[in-house]
């Protein structure tokens, strides 16, 4: 079993910033790419940012790239997304994810979730 415990949304004017931190456990994390998706209403869960378990190869969609950073703290098996220059179209509820297997890439989820955390922007 794998736990994954988003933290950090919350309220914010457009132009503003917000951190997600995802705290995971119950599998060897640091060996693992981490994922950050996210939700609008609506719509479908899409990945936006995803980090390599050695941190050396990142991806971001066209949407948050220049905008969002993704980072890693192995020793405490936890997952960052910085957001900055929030627009209201970031409005979505922000899940992590670990990778379906260990010091692979590109980035595959696995099947387990966290419950997310609500992000919104406002104009």
């Known amino acids: 079993q794998v736990q994954l415990v988003e933290s950090g949304g919350g309220l914010v004017q457009a132009g503003g910033s917000l951190r997600l931190s995802c705290a995971a456990s119950?599998?060897?994390?640091?060996?693992?790419?981490m994922g950050w998706f996210r939700q609008a209403p609506g719509k479908e869960r899409d990945l936006i940012a995803a980090?390599?378990?050695?941190?050396?190869?990142?991806y971001y969609a066209d949407s948050v790239k220049g905008r969002f950073t993704i980072s890693r703290d192995n020793a405490k098996s936890t997952v960052y997304l910085q957001m900055n220059s929030l627009k209201p179209e970031d409005t979505a509820v922000y899940y992590c994810?670990?990778?379906?297997?260990?010091?692979?890439?590109?980035?595959?989820?696995?099947?387990?979730w966290g419950q997310g955390t609500q992000v919104t922007v406002s104009s």
């Open positions: 994810a670990v990778d379906a297997a260990p010091q692979t890439w590109p980035f595959r989820p696995s099947d387990y």
């Open positions: 119950g599998r060897a994390i640091p060996y693992y790419a």
């Open positions: 980090i390599s378990w050695n941190a050396k190869r990142t």
